[in-house]
């Protein structure tokens, strides 16, 4: 079984920043995709940010301000988030695409955690 626990949300000013984190434990043989997904009220799940087979892939509404990085040891990934705007308003989860030792490739997901953008 895989467990992710994100942290690092909250309320911030527009233009602030923020920076999540994802932490995967339990009993993971390897990894293959790491990224963050945010949902807004009202609105579906998207993607954020991927890493996978050492390339990076940014939804267009946040390249150039949200960085995606990630530790090898722990299992910990990352999002930075800079010059946040009212509209990065949502609840941002991890995503963890692994193969564990007793099962095979299955994707994982993080409870999920407020960030929201308000003066």
């Known amino acids: 079984q895989v467990q992710l626990v994100e942290s690092g949300g909250g309320l911030v000013q527009p233009g602030g920043s923020l920076r999540l984190s994802c932490a995967a434990s339990?009993?993971?043989?390897?990894?293959?995709?790491m990224g963050w997904y945010r949902q807004a009220p009202g609105k579906q799940r998207e993607l954020v940010a991927a890493l996978a087979s050492g390339r990076i892939n940014y939804a267009d509404s946040v390249k150039g301000r949200f960085t995606i990085s990630r530790d090898n040891a722990p299992n910990t990934m990352y999002l930075q988030m800079n010059s946040l705007k009212p509209e990065d308003t949502a609840v941002y989860y991890c995503?963890?695409?692994?193969?564990?030792?007793?099962?095979?490739?299955?994707?994982?997901w993080g409870q999920g955690t407020q960030v929201t953008v308000s003066s």
């Open positions: 995503c963890l695409t692994a193969a564990t030792r007793t099962s095979g490739t299955s994707n994982y």
């Open positions: 339990g009993s993971i043989s390897s990894i293959y995709a």
